[in-house]
T-cell receptor
């Protein structure tokens, strides 16, 4: 069983749409990361959160510790947002990070 | 803005050869990590390193792998005898975090794409 699950696996939307990507995890975590992986492979850290909500520009990340669930939202999506978005959970029990399989987002102009 | 750098960007090697992947973490960071991503698959944790020793490692990080911080700036991953299945993108990351680097944002390098023939 995967300890970190993301949905959807793939998402295609029109420019301007509000995007939501979900992440569920099954173990206790100390923090949850949202990462963006560009088509060339490079990874950029978007958020690290352990409670509540964080906002950066058009990106918003929320986490509900009791429900073991986090969401990444993109407002007013743009074709340059097209990338793979990865949820990664830092485990309470050790120093490891478990990655989700990623959500491939494609924003059409 | 400070960034994590990795060299080389690409490496092709023969099966059985040793490879060393190099990373220069951000200078005031204390935690260092290696991850790999096999083509088409998810990113996998390999190892974390703090205070000149391994703090955690995954099942993937067997005796063929080792890490070292040979000087004040470099952080290396060595694969002693490469196998075909070691072909992947290897990412280095670093974070400030003191007790529990996972509490801090990790900054990723651009990756080294390793191809084992």
């Amino acid at each position: 069983k995967n300890e970190v699950e993301q949905s959807p696996q793939n998402l295609t939307a029109q420019e301007g749409e509000f995007i939501t990507i979900n992440c569920s995890y099954s173990v206790g975590i100390s923090a949850l990361h949202w990462l963006q992986q560009h088509p060339g492979g490079g990874i950029v850290s978007l958020f690290m959160l352990s409670s509540g909500k964080k906002k950066h520009g058009r990106l918003i990340a929320t986490i509900n510790i009791q429900e073991k669930h986090s969401s990444l939202h993109i407002t007013a999506s743009h074709p340059r947002d097209s990338a793979v978005y990865i949820c990664a959970a830092a485990m309470n029990r050790d120093d490891k990070i478990i990655f989700g399989k990623g959500t491939r987002l494609h924003i059409l102009p | 803005e400070p960034e994590v750098t990795q060299t080389p960007s690409h490496q092709v090697t023969q099966m059985g050869q040793e490879v060393i992947l190099r990373c220069v973490p951000i200078s005031n960071h204390l935690y260092f990590y290696w991850y790999r991503q096999i083509l088409g698959q998810k990113v996998e944790f390999l190892v974390s390193f703090y205070n000149n020793e391994i703090s955690e490692k995954s099942e993937i990080f067997d005796d063929q792998f080792s890490v070292e911080r040979p000087d004040g700036s470099n952080f290396t991953l060595k694969i002693r005898s490469t196998k075909l299945e070691d072909s992947a993108m290897y990412f280095c990351a670093s974070s400030v975090g003191l007790a529990g680097g996972n509490q801090e944002t990790q900054y990723f390098g651009p990756g080294t794409r390793l191809l084992v023939l």
